[in-house]
């Protein structure tokens, strides 16, 4: 069965488990230490696959741990906004937390989820390395869903896919200013999707369709 990228998500609610022993102050060592066993076929994917996909993994751990998210839903629209990246009409508005109000295994991952599409999206000039952004959330993703069968079934047809369309070709230059490219919709992420033949204008209508309540959106002139 195909389905739409929110039914996936509609999936996560209330069945994210914590697979690690949380330590904030070891999170960064934690990672390094681990493998998810997809390093290889992410450097495979050109940057702007991996950026989407790091989008798209966030959006996972979002819905996995909504209830821990602020009533504003401050990570969740955060995360959402990130699909600007490859707008010409909008762009992502760059924001960081209170570290103190963002404490504790739930909602330190959700921080840490905000922080890593941060640097996916705008630190690349510091560091170009956008397959490891998309692996770290793959990280946290294997922990929190490994009882969820249908996380590993998205990735699989995800990576095939991304692999497919979007593949890292020799030569090809750090991807560095917005709006990135090749545009890879939000859509790509649902393989129930009817694929468009202008996957921009996909990214605008779900962009137009969040705009009025997502804060961290903005508008360009063009």
Known sequence: MTLLFDQYLAMASGKAELGFAWDE???????ADSETGFED???LLSDAANLALTIALGEWIVAGLKSYDDPDRTIAHYVQSAWAAFSDRFRPTYFETDDED???????????????????????????????????LLFYCQKLFSDLPAFDGWLKECLDR??????????????????ASP??????????????ADPRAMVDVFLDRIALSNPFLSGTDR
């Open 41 to 43: 076929r992410l450097e």
């Open 183 to 196: 545009v890879i919709p939000r859509e790509a992420f649902g393989p129930g999707t009817v694929r468009s």
């Open 25 to 31: 102050w070891r999170i960064h060592e934690d990672y």
């Open 162 to 179: 991304l692999e497919s369309g979007f593949p890292y070709r020799d030569g090809d230059p750090p991807m560095i200013d917005l709006p």
């Open 102 to 136: 963002w404490r504790g295994p739930w909602r330190g991952l959700l921080n840490m989820t905000l922080i890593v599409v941060n640097d996916a999206v705008f630190c690349r000039d510091e560091d170009p390395d956008v397959a490891d952004r998309a692996n770290q």
